[in-house]
C-alpha cells in the first residue's frame, strides 16, 4: 500500500521558517488528495492544510497566511511552507493522503499517514 514519508522538521526560533516535504512511494495512481496534520502531546490530531487533486485548498484559521500547502502531482511529493513560525506551532507534523478529488481537514478522510516530522519552535 501507499507508504508517505516526512522530512524537514527541526528546531528554529520564534519568527523563523522550515518546509516540510511528504513523498509518496508504492502509489497506486497520483491522483491523491494530501493534507497536513499536527499533534501536541495530550491534544487531539488537527488539521492543518489540505490541498485537493481538484486544486481546492484549505488551511485551518491559526495558520492562515503563514502556511503554505502545495504539491508536485509529477512527484507524488506534498510540501508544507511555514512562515513566521511560533512556538505553539510546536507539534508532530504528519502528511496525509488518499485516493479522491477531494478531502478536508478531517483525519479520518484519509487512509495513508506518514510516520511525522517533529517541529520545534523556540520563544
Known amino acids: 500500500q501507499m507508504r508517505l514519508v516526512e522530512s524537514g522538521g527541526g528546531s528554529v526560533q520564534a519568527g523563523g521558517s522550515l518546509k516540510l516535504s511528504c513523498v509518496a512511494s508504492r502509489y497506486f495512481n497520483n491522483k491523491l488528495a494530501w493534507a497536513w496534520f499536527r499533534r501536541v502531546d495530550g491534544k487531539e490530531r488537527e488539521g492543518v492544510a489540505a490541498?485537493?487533486?481538484?486544486?481546492?485548498?484549505r488551511y485551518a484559521d491559526s495558520v492562515k497566511g503563514r502556511f503554505t500547502i502545495s504539491k508536485d502531482v509529477a512527484k507524488v511529493t506534498s510540501y508544507l511552507q511555514m512562515n513566521d513560525l511560533a512556538p505553539e506551532d510546536s507539534a508532530l507534523y504528519f502528511c496525509?493522503?488518499?485516493?479522491?478529488?477531494?478531502?478536508?481537514?478531517?483525519?479520518?478522510?484519509?487512509?495513508?499517514w506518514g510516520q511525522g516530522t517533529q517541529v520545534t519552535v523556540s520563544s
Open positions: 490541498f485537493d487533486y481538484d486544486g481546492t485548498i
Open positions: 496525509a493522503a488518499d485516493y479522491k478529488f477531494r478531502a478536508g481537514l478531517g483525519a479520518s478522510e484519509y487512509n495513508f
